[in-house]
């Protein structure tokens, strides 16, 4: 497989190049104004499809053959694009039967990208001749160092109804299921009587009365996936027939719900992504914590690249807020924190017309005369002094399970609450443990658990029988899983799992629920300690002596009083969600204090082997006793962590790098930090302080 792309040193900085919407006597002013800004490496020709082949079959590349010439003069490398995500008009004009359907049947109009079907052979054939006559092309240009395949695949098009998808689809369901008879039982089609004949019967699930399928609307997202991978191989091999460069595409984790990364992981050379700061957020630091690990963990741990950012406001959310002083520069670094050997951003210079001329760049329609523009100078300096974190990787002993197919499942229609929803609850115990300055990683419920101590599943509604094997193996060898309610429901065709709930998790968990009690809009229930016998609280802990087990195991009433846990004290409330809750070898941890399901057990404890497994039956928050919970749980799986911080300060250490970020307005002073300051050359000799929305870097 190739490497990594080759640049001269140190971090890749720069971002989307798009000289063709300019007169030619502005490039000039823009490769030196790289210079200055310290970039190395932009992306080119993402959108130009149109310029370089105006015609069928008839290629001209004088414009981009002189983009790159200068570019190389400048010492600028160039992460060339193939321009396949915005096909010219005369393709779709030639070719109307590539028009992207929607799920009612409309075909969309043209004048956007991503205006095609993915499983349109004549995309497909029209698609390929112009990657390879871009590759053939430029293979050996000296600006090379890396392509850039499409444009963020799944953005409008992750779905298509057209004929062409419907016989593809049938032809994707042929390979899976071998007959009929297979797919029938698969789906369940005895309800309702929707029995399959043939494979010709099966439609695309277009609109339709409610109650579809549900394995017919999963089944569909996975051929959908997998129609956008094909598009990207078949892009990929014909670029390989004539370079051995790193190929990637930009993905958009976490926001692009339709795509499986997890499955899109193994086809790129560097995992690149594309994240933009949502603004309407309290916290949005918090978010993009959590898709720079998340893309992290989708690359395997290894170094991956962020290939888009804002340098200040986007023009598509309802509100777009310009980034506060210093948020731009806090926000590339934690990216960096968190495992990106890049600092990428939409775009070089802003542009004068379309849809995204208020989205901010590096070169804002104020010119540099501006701050954004002495924000990208001296950014480009503080990547200029972290070329030795290149490379290294990030290290965490808490890992949360994401599954997109889960994500997709728990969504889907008729479910017992409107509130049920996938990125919520992750989201929760995401920023509790983020508070809590501990650093994670994601996984997939069948990946290797063994590096962790604790295991976080608060949205495993879809679960097949081997992840949930695997997550029960995790646990008797030691390992500790936090669950949250309506998890190891279904298996990966949506059917119920027999018996009780939490059906492939009830083992692991010690519990058994009788039955759902979902709660009202805005209605909570309170929760607290357990105060009768016989719900399972009174279940010794461990038939092991006290004396030989390690203290993070020990009963809470033996360990010292610095690591006694603080969730059972009163005042914890839960919403969205209650259940009945019968324990089956776990012990009571909490209470329902009030509610449907009064007395009986909200969160519980199953020791099991040599682990634990927890469960929580409500919806807990930070602030209404989920960050104590998550508290209590780290403390007993014994994760180690900073204590006696502020939560706004973001702690991470990649390798000997330790990045401390400050999001709040006050300064705040960090002891026990030794080393070598990076961006200000400062000597620490036992604490560091941190300016009001300040970074500071530490060799230690």
Same mark, same amino acid.
């Given at each position: 497989? +190739?490497?990594?792309?080759?640049?001269?040193?140190?971090?890749?900085?720069?971002?989307?190049?798009? +000289?063709?919407?300019?007169?030619?006597?502005?490039?000039?002013?823009?490769?030196?104004?790289?210079?200055?800004?310290?970039?190395?490496?932009?992306?080119?020709?993402?959108?130009?499809?149109?310029?370089?082949?105006?015609?069928?079959?008839?290629?001209?590349?004088?414009?981009?053959?002189?983009?790159?010439?200068?570019?190389?003069?400048?010492?600028?490398?160039?992460?060339?694009?193939?321009?396949?995500?915005?096909?010219?008009?005369?393709?779709?004009?030639?070719?109307?039967?590539?028009?992207?359907?929607?799920?009612?049947?409309?075909?969309?109009?043209?004048?956007?990208?991503?205006?095609?079907?993915?499983?349109?052979?004549?995309?497909?054939?029209?698609? *390929?001749?112009?990657?390879?006559?871009?590759?053939?092309?430029?293979? !050996?240009?000296?600006?090379?160092?890396?392509?850039?395949?499409?444009?963020?695949?799944?953005?409008?098009?992750?779905?298509?109804?057209?004929?062409?998808?419907? *016989?593809?689809?049938?032809?994707?369901?042929?390979?899976?299921?071998?007959?009929?008879?297979?797919?029938?039982?698969?789906?369940?089609?005895?309800?309702?009587?929707?029995?399959?004949?043939?494979?010709?019967?099966?439609?695309?699930?277009?609109?339709?009365?409610?109650?579809?399928?549900? !394995?017919?609307?999963?089944?569909?997202?996975?051929?959908?996936?997998?129609?956008?991978?094909?598009?990207?191989?078949?892009?990929?091999?014909?670029?390989?027939?004539?370079?051995?460069?790193?190929?990637?595409?930009?993905?958009?984790?976490?926001?692009?719900?339709?795509?499986?990364?997890?499955?899109?992981?193994? *086809?790129?050379?560097?995992?690149?992504?594309?994240?933009?700061?949502?603004?309407?957020?309290?916290?949005?630091?918090?978010?993009?914590?959590?898709?720079?690990?998340?893309?992290?963990?989708?690359?395997?741990?290894?170094?991956?690249?962020?290939?888009?950012?804002?340098?200040?406001?986007?023009?598509?959310?309802?509100?777009?807020?310009?980034?506060?002083?210093?948020?731009?520069?806090?926000?590339?670094?934690?990216?960096?924190?968190?495992?990106?050997?890049?600092?990428?951003?939409?775009?070089?210079?802003?542009?004068?017309?379309?849809?995204?001329?208020?989205?901010?760049?590096?070169?804002?329609?104020?010119?540099?005369?501006?701050?954004?523009?002495?924000?990208?100078?001296?950014?480009?300096?503080?990547?200029?002094?972290?070329?030795?974190?290149?490379?290294?990787?990030?290290?965490?002993?808490?890992?949360?399970?994401?599954?997109?197919?889960?994500?997709?499942?728990?969504?889907?229609?008729?479910?017992?609450?409107?509130?049920?929803?996938?990125?919520?609850?992750?989201?929760?115990?995401?920023?509790?443990?983020?508070?809590?300055?501990?650093?994670?990683?994601?996984?997939?419920?069948?990946?290797?658990?063994?590096?962790?101590?604790?295991?976080?599943?608060?949205?495993?509604?879809?679960?097949?029988?081997?992840?949930?094997?695997?997550?029960?193996?995790?646990?008797?060898?030691?390992?500790?899983?936090?669950?949250?309610?309506?998890?190891?429901?279904?298996?990966?065709?949506?059917?119920?799992?027999?018996?009780?709930?939490?059906?492939?998790?009830?083992?692991?968990?010690?519990?058994?629920?009788?039955?759902?009690?979902?709660?009202?809009?805005?209605?909570?229930?309170?929760?607290?300690?357990?105060?009768?016998?016989?719900?399972?609280?009174?279940?010794?802990?461990?038939?092991?002596?006290?004396?030989?087990?390690?203290?993070?195991?020990?009963?809470?009433?033996?360990?010292?009083?610095?690591?006694?846990?603080?969730?059972?004290?009163?005042?914890?409330?839960?919403?969205?969600?209650?259940?009945?809750?019968? +324990?089956?070898?776990?012990?009571?941890?909490?209470?329902?204090?009030?509610?449907?399901?009064?007395?009986?057990?909200?969160?519980?404890?199953?020791?099991?082997?040599?682990?634990?497994?927890?469960?929580?039956?409500?919806?807990?928050?930070?602030?209404?006793?989920?960050?104590?919970?998550?508290?209590?749980?780290?403390?007993?799986?014994?994760?180690?962590?900073?204590?006696?911080?502020?939560?706004?300060?973001?702690?991470?250490?990649?390798?000997?790098?330790?990045?401390?970020?400050?999001?709040?307005?006050?300064?705040?002073?960090?002891? !026990?930090?030794?080393?070598?300051?990076?961006?200000?050359?400062?000597?620490?000799?036992?604490?560091?302080?941190?300016?009001?929305? !300040?970074?500071?870097?530490?060799?230690?």
């Amino acid at each position: 497989m +190739p490497g990594y792309p080759v640049l001269p040193e140190g971090l890749a900085y720069g971002g989307d190049y798009n +000289p063709e919407q300019w007169p030619e006597q502005v490039w000039r002013e823009d490769v030196r104004l790289m210079r200055e800004a310290g970039v190395n490496l932009v992306t080119v020709g993402v959108f130009n499809w149109g310029l370089i082949e105006p015609q069928e079959g008839e290629y001209d590349f004088s414009r981009l053959d002189r983009i790159l010439d200068l570019l190389h003069s400048a010492g600028v490398y160039a992460d060339l694009a193939t321009p396949t995500s915005s096909p010219p008009t005369w393709f779709r004009r030639r070719y109307p039967g590539s028009r992207l359907v929607d799920r009612e049947g409309h075909v969309l109009g043209g004048g956007s990208r991503h205006s095609f079907c993915p499983s349109s052979p004549d995309y497909a054939a029209a698609s *390929e001749r112009v990657v390879a006559a871009l590759a053939a092309r430029y293979a !050996g240009h000296p600006a090379l160092a890396m392509w850039h395949v499409h444009n963020e695949y799944g953005w409008a098009n992750s779905h298509c109804y057209c004929p062409a998808s419907a *016989e593809a689809f049938r032809a994707w369901l042929r390979d899976r299921y071998g007959d009929v008879g297979a797919l029938n039982a698969a789906w369940g089609t005895t309800f309702w009587g929707l029995i399959y004949g043939a494979f010709e019967e099966v439609d695309p699930p277009a609109t339709a009365p409610v109650g579809l399928l549900t !394995g017919l609307q999963l089944d569909f997202m996975r051929f959908s996936v997998d129609a956008h991978i094909a598009c990207f191989r078949r892009e990929r091999e014909t670029i390989r027939r004539f370079s051995d460069l790193p190929v990637t595409t930009n993905f958009m984790i976490p926001n692009c719900k339709p795509m499986d990364y997890w499955r899109w992981a193994a *086809e790129v050379d560097v995992v690149a992504n594309d994240h933009y700061l949502d603004s309407a957020r309290a916290d949005p630091h918090i978010e993009l914590a959590m898709a720079a690990d998340l893309t992290r963990s989708v690359a395997g741990g290894r170094p991956w690249m962020l290939m888009e950012h804002s340098t200040g406001a986007v023009n598509w959310q309802p509100r777009n807020l310009a980034k506060r002083p210093g948020e731009m520069r806090r926000n590339t670094l934690a990216h960096v924190a968190r495992g990106s050997d890049s600092a990428m951003f939409f775009q070089w210079r802003a542009s004068r017309y379309g849809a995204e001329k208020f989205h901010s760049a590096m070169v804002p329609h104020a010119g540099t005369d501006s701050q954004i523009w002495r924000d990208v100078v001296a950014l480009g300096a503080d990547l200029g002094r972290l070329a030795g974190v290149r490379g290294a990787r990030v290290a965490a002993e808490v890992a949360v399970v994401w599954d997109w197919e889960s994500y997709w499942a728990l969504e889907l229609e008729w479910r017992p609450s409107a509130d049920l929803r996938f990125r919520e609850r992750i989201e929760a115990y995401y920023e509790a443990l983020w508070r809590e300055h501990v650093t994670v990683d994601f996984v997939h419920p069948s990946a290797d658990l063994s590096p962790y101590r604790l295991v976080v599943a608060p949205s495993s509604y879809l679960l097949g029988e081997a992840p949930a094997k695997n997550l029960h193996r995790y646990v008797e060898a030691g390992g500790h899983l936090l669950v949250s309610y309506f998890s190891g429901i279904v298996d990966e065709n949506d059917t119920i799992h027999p018996g009780p709930y939490p059906g492939a998790l009830r083992e692991v968990l010690g519990v058994a629920v009788e039955e759902f009690h979902p709660l009202r809009e805005h209605e909570t229930v309170a929760l607290r300690p357990p105060k009768s016998l016989g719900l399972g609280s009174s279940r010794p802990e461990s038939s092991q002596p006290e004396s030989s087990r390690p203290e993070s195991s020990r009963p809470e009433s033996s360990r010292p009083e610095s690591s006694r846990p603080e969730s059972s004290k009163p005042g914890a409330t839960g919403r969205i969600w209650s259940e009945r809750v019968r +324990p089956a070898g776990a012990r009571t941890v909490q209470e329902f204090a009030d509610g449907p399901d009064a007395g009986h057990p909200a969160v519980t404890r199953h020791d099991l082997g040599a682990g634990s497994g927890w469960y929580v039956s409500t919806a807990m928050d930070a602030e209404s006793g989920l960050r104590d919970l998550v508290a209590e749980v780290l403390d007993h799986a014994g994760v180690s962590r900073p204590r006696g911080l502020p939560d706004t300060l973001e702690l991470v250490r990649r390798g000997d790098h330790l990045f401390l970020i400050n999001h709040a307005d006050a300064p705040v002073t960090v002891d !026990g930090v030794t080393g070598a300051g990076v961006l200000d050359d400062a000597a620490y000799g036992g604490s560091a302080t941190v300016p009001a929305g !300040g970074v500071v870097v530490v060799r230690t």
